[in-house]
T-cell receptor, first 113, second 110 residues
Framework: GAGVSQSPSNKVTEKGKDVELRCDPI?????LYWYRQSLGQGLEFLIY????????KSGLPSDRFSAERTGGSVSTLTIQRTQQEDSAVYLC???????????FGPGTRLLVL | GQNIDQPTEMTATEGAIVQINCTYQ??????LFWYQQHAGEAPTFLSY????GLEEKGRFSSFLSRSKGYSYLLLKELQMKDSASYLC???????????FGSGTKLNVKP
């Protein structure tokens, strides 16, 4: 594909359920980032992958959040036992090795009822 | 910690020039980025500065002063389609992390 894709585009879930968000980066991009954006706010850094490893997980809000990346490509962000405060847009971005910019996907809009 | 400040909202007139400021306090500075984000859409890259000075790119220019922890984005010949949020982001050496400001919502009026 030409750009970063994310699925689902929208997700409505009940409090306490687990959700899995997927990101397909641009082919060949080794760096992958996850961000969270609440309504009217800036981007909150969650986690960064270089290849399949995540050297910095300090941005994950709690131990209910986890992320993995396989084959240096697709990444999934999992939120367990969702809470209402997890409602936000979750954005994924990828960047080529040493790249100066990130290319963002369209985001997943998560609503926890 | 990291601290990035930019005005919440600005209004300007079509055809005019507007300057959006960003101040930052970070350790391990490794570049400053500006992104544009239209409502309901993902951010798109506008400009990047790692050295002091002005980078010009068509109607958009960005300036950086590392000693002052200061950057601005200059938009010339404003068009209605420039109405959007403009995000300032700092990259740090620590694992290539990016820290974003809360964004400046620019309203362009006729």
């Amino acid at each position: 594909g030409a750009g970063v894709s994310q699925s689902p585009s929208n997700k409505v879930t009940e409090k306490g359920k687990d959700v899995e968000l997927r990101c397909d980066p641009i082919s060949g991009h080794t760096a992958l980032y996850w961000y969270r954006q609440s309504l009217g706010q800036g981007l909150e850094f969650l986690i960064y992958f270089q290849g399949n490893s995540a050297p910095d997980k300090s941005g994950l809000p709690s131990d209910r959040f986890s992320a993995e990346r396989t084959g240096g490509s697709v990444s999934t962000l999992t939120i367990q036992r969702t809470q209402q405060e997890d409602s936000a847009v979750y954005l994924c971005a990828s960047s080529p090795a040493g790249g100066e910019t990130q290319y963002f996907g369209p985001g997943t809009r998560l609503l926890v009822l | 910690g990291q601290n990035i400040d930019q005005p919440t909202e600005m209004t300007a007139t079509e055809g005019a020039i507007v300057q959006i400021n960003c101040t930052y306090q970070t350790s391990g500075f490794n570049g400053l980025f500006w992104y544009q984000q239209h409502a309901g859409e993902a951010p798109t890259f506008l400009s990047y500065n790692v050295l002091d000075g002005l980078e010009e790119k068509g109607r958009f220019s960005s300036f950086l002063s590392r000693s002052k922890g200061y950057s601005y984005l200059l938009l010339k010949e404003l068009q209605m389609k420039d109405s959007a949020s403009y995000l300032c982001a700092v990259r740090v050496y620590n694992f290539n992390k990016f820290y974003f400001g809360s964004g400046t919502k620019l309203n362009v009026k006729p």
